[in-house]
């Protein structure tokens, strides 16, 4: 069974930025779409970033096109690179990776979930 886990989560100032790394073990991210979420407490998750299993396709939510960019780095690993960064993107980051038989970059029923790591990005 697939588990992710997270990393690259912090404290930063507005306009910064930030790296997240979501690492794949007990299998890889092959056959698979993997997705970034982010959570405010009493809010559902927001899906912030999709990346296809080819890695080829990738989708944004519009408050984050042109700052952020998701990746496929290799076989176990996706990234979510978060540039200039805004406060509004303060939250817990989760990725989540769905089985997938066709090159979507977004799907409807995540399968895995890491445990989230937590971004501040401070006024």
């Known amino acids: 069974q697939v588990q992710l886990g997270e990393s690259g989560g912090g404290l930063v100032q507005a306009g910064g930025s930030l790296r997240l790394t979501c690492v794949a073990s007990?299998?890889?991210?092959?056959?698979?779409?993997v997705a970034w979420f982010r959570q405010i407490p009493g809010k559902e998750r927001l899906c912030v970033a999709g990346v296809s299993r080819s890695g080829f396709n990738t989708a944004y939510t519009q408050s984050v096109k042109d700052r952020f960019s998701i990746s496929s780095d290799n076989a176990n690993t996706v990234s979510l690179q978060m540039n200039n960064l805004e406060p509004v993107d303060s939250g817990t980051y989760y990725c989540a990776a769905e089985g997938a038989n066709d090159d979507r970059a977004l799907g409807g029923s995540y399968d895995y979930w890491g445990q989230g790591t937590q971004v501040t990005v401070s006024s």
């Open positions: 007990g299998g890889t991210f092959s056959g698979y779409r």
